[in-house]
């Protein structure tokens, strides 16, 4: 059995010392039941730790690093900007997109979404995040923005490299083609419910977006989105 993962910030980490407080100390200590000499995980987004808990205080676990290594990230890295969806699709893109490897969630506003969203969800999505990278064991969490209307993320993509749009009524090319060459970072942008329209695909195009299809059967935008990001991250080396 794999030893539970934790993270911690920088700050917690020093002179061989690992410190754990918070919800994570408790659940360490009430859940887990973990005691002294047993060993855990802990990442701070740079650096990977193999550790051993050392002794309980009254609000944090001390563990002694055993052993450390430089997390080396993963390229290109993978952007899912996702119309956003009815109900709790969200987080089910959330949890299964980080299981896969997805590196940033961000929700758009597109013309044909419905569901307006609350205010709290974004704390609420950030934990999702946090606790699928502990379950599957990924060394870094995934960003998750907060919601973007259609103009403001057409402003964040147009800084990435390469931007691929999942629209219905593409057909004809190629993501090996679209794919050719090497990147640091990759946008996939999945259309709501409604589907994307066309005036929103044309200005993705003209950011230097490229459109591809995904088939003839229309999917539901939250089987879109685990279909495009398993077929991307296969097509570039990083599952498979």
């Known amino acids: 059995m794999s030893s539970p993962r934790f993270f911690v910030s920088s700050e917690k980490v020093k002179e061989g010392k690992i410190l754990i407080q918070g919800n994570d100390f408790k659940h360490i200590r009430d859940v887990l039941r973990l005691r002294v000499g047993n060993e855990l995980i802990v ?3 740079l650096w990977e730790y193999q550790a051993k808990i ?3 205080e009254k609000d944090k676990v001390v563990a002694e690093v055993l052993k450390s ?4 990230e993963a390229l290109p890295k993978i952007a899912l900007f ?3 969806p009815k ?7 959330l949890k299964k997109g980080t299981e896969l490897g997805a590196d940033l969630f961000c929700p758009v506003i597109f013309e044909r979404t419905v569901p307006k969203i609350e205010k709290d969800k974004l704390s609420r999505w950030r934990r999702i995040v946090l606790e699928a990278s502990k379950q599957c064991q990924r060394p870094i969490i995934p960003e998750v923005y907060p919601p973007l209307s259609f103009s403001e993320a057409c402003e964040v993509l147009s800084d990435y490299e390469k931007v691929i749009i ?3 009524k593409e057909k004809k090319k190629s993501l090996k083609t679209l794919l050719k060459g090497e990147f640091k970072q990759i946008a996939l942008v999945i259309g709501p419910e409604g589907g994307l329209k066309e005036e929103e695909v044309e200005k993705l195009v003209r950011l230097g977006g490229e459109k591809i299809g995904l088939g003839n059967a229309i999917l539901r935008t939250e089987t879109a989105s685990m279909v495009a990001l398993i077929l991307v991250l296969y097509e570039v080396g ?3």
Not at 87 to 93: D, H, Q, R, S
């Open 69 to 72: 290594q430089r997390i080396i």
């Open 166 to 168: 999942f629209w219905e």
């Open 82 to 84: 996702q119309g956003y």
């Open 54 to 56: 050392e002794k309980f």
């Open 238 to 240: 990083r599952i498979g």
């Open 87 to 93: 109900g709790k699709k969200f987080e089910f893109i």
């Open 43 to 45: 990442s701070n987004g």
